[in-house]
């Protein structure tokens, strides 16, 4: 069977190995971004170019967008040249992005108006899982068509389906809320230890044997042992994130006061101009607040 032809926005660091993915597993693409240079990218992976999300929109049977925020969702769909200007009936829109569960409900209606079935499909992994297609996928939507992106989703990693419209959103707001968290808590037991003269890579190798193992402290702990904050996921992002589960909280009623925690936390980061760094990096926080600097391992 011919596979669909997919068109893809959004060539940054999680979405042009994705795109690549689709390729080699042999689906026709077609690709955009705002981004000359991202776009580019694109085409060497095999991809046509678009001159615009309109343009991208007219010639594909699928679209799936990678992008940044909310914003950038409703300009991608709803604006001038967007996705939904250019549109076809029946054509699948998949949002990938990481944006407010309400955002993600408006446009799916809008898309539904112009007779296209919609999922947000939010991701975690960050671009380790991206690159290795081992990302985890939640899902929002109806399920049937969820079934339909099945195939899709089995190329970049494993997909749940997680409710209707806005559900996929929820439940990545859910897990950015217990990854934060993750990250602060082994921020301050390393700090802690530190101060208290123990070296942070005793603490790593004994939290990681026992109840308080996660993986983010196996992924990341030894990095931040060494200084190492290259961006898997950069802390302005999962700022981002927590401005949207702040929003959501709001709009939900629900009362999360280790997130508002977090998010000044990575405000702090910001206002430190730490925002390109990898999230992990908000020890640098606890770090500055301790008047403590862990030392660094040297390879």
Request: one cysteine or more; glycine letters at 12%.
């Amino acid at each position: 069977m011919e596979k669909k032809t997919i068109g893809f926005i959004g060539l940054g660091i999680m979405g042009y190995p994705m795109l690549g993915h689709l390729i080699k597993g042999g689906y026709p693409a077609i690709c955009y971004d705002i981004v000359p240079a991202a776009l580019e990218r694109g085409v060497a992976l095999g991809a046509k170019p678009a001159a615009s999300a309109k343009d991208l929109a007219a010639q594909v049977d699928v679209v799936i967008s990678m992008v940044p925020d909310s914003p950038d969702v409703e300009a991608a769909y709803l604006g001038e040249n967007g996705v939904l200007a250019g549109v076809r009936p029946g054509t699948l829109l998949i949002d990938m992005s990481t944006i407010s569960p309400i955002t993600a409900q408006k446009v799916a209606k809008a898309a539904a108006e112009k007779g296209c079935p919609m999922l947000d499909a939010p991701v975690s992994g960050g671009d380790v899982g991206a690159r290795e297609a081992r990302l985890s996928i939640m899902v929002g939507g109806d399920p049937d068509v969820f079934e339909q992106a099945l195939p899709i989703f089995q190329l970049l990693g494993k997909a749940t389906y997680c409710g209707p419209s806005g559900a996929g959103q929820v439940v990545k707001a859910c897990n950015q809320i217990q990854v934060a968290l993750n990250f602060i808590g082994m921020a301050e037991a390393l700090v802690l230890g530190a101060k208290a003269g123990v070296d942070p890579e005793i603490i790593l190798r004994v939290l990681s044997a026992g109840y308080a193992q996660t993986r983010v402290m196996d992924v990341r702990g030894p990095r931040i042992l060494k200084g190492d904050y290259a961006p898997g996921f950069r802390a302005r992002l999962h700022h981002k994130d927590l401005n949207i589960i702040r929003e959501a909280a709001r709009a939900y009623g629900a009362s999360l006061p280790a997130s508002a925690l977090a998010h000044e936390l990575f405000t702090a980061m910001i206002a430190n101009g730490w925002g390109e760094l990898d999230h992990s990096a908000v020890v640098k926080v606890i770090e500055k607040l301790s008047n403590c600097e862990l030392p660094v391992k040297k390879d």
